[in-house]
């Protein structure tokens, strides 16, 4: 089994910066598709960025611009870099990656996600 841990997150002041990090350990063969989500108090996980094994991004609209996110495939580990910070952006922040693991039959896949850093951005 593959664990991510996400780091990085702090209080900062409306249009500060953050960056953050999500590590991917354990039972990995490779990694496709890495992403974040984030998820406000009393609402639903939304969808903030993701980012291709070759490196290809997409982000959300409400974050086109201002984030950016990006990839270490030597180190399994997905950046966000968070500029611009507004206070409807305080939430908690989960990465989400794409898990290959390798069997003697073959290999299989599946998401695995991380437990969150903690935003906070104050007007």
């Known amino acids: 089994q593959a664990q991510l841990v996400e780091s990085g997150g702090d209080l900062v002041q409306s249009g500060g910066s953050l960056k953050l990090s999500c590590v991917a350990s354990?039972?990995?063969?490779?990694?496709?598709?890495m992403a974040w989500y984030c998820q406000a108090p009393g609402k639903q996980r939304d969808y903030v960025a993701s980012i291709t094994k070759e490196g290809i991004t997409n982000y959300a609209d409400s974050v086109n611009g201002r984030f950016t996110i990006s990839r270490d495939n030597t180190k399994n580990t997905v950046y966000l870099q968070m500029n611009s910070l507004k206070p409807e952006d305080t939430a908690v922040y989960y990465c989400k990656a794409d898990i290959v693991y390798k069997r003697t039959w073959g290999t299989g896949e599946y998401n695995a996600w991380g437990r969150g850093t903690q935003v906070t951005v104050s007007a």
């Open positions: 354990g039972d990995i063969f490779s990694i496709n598709a």
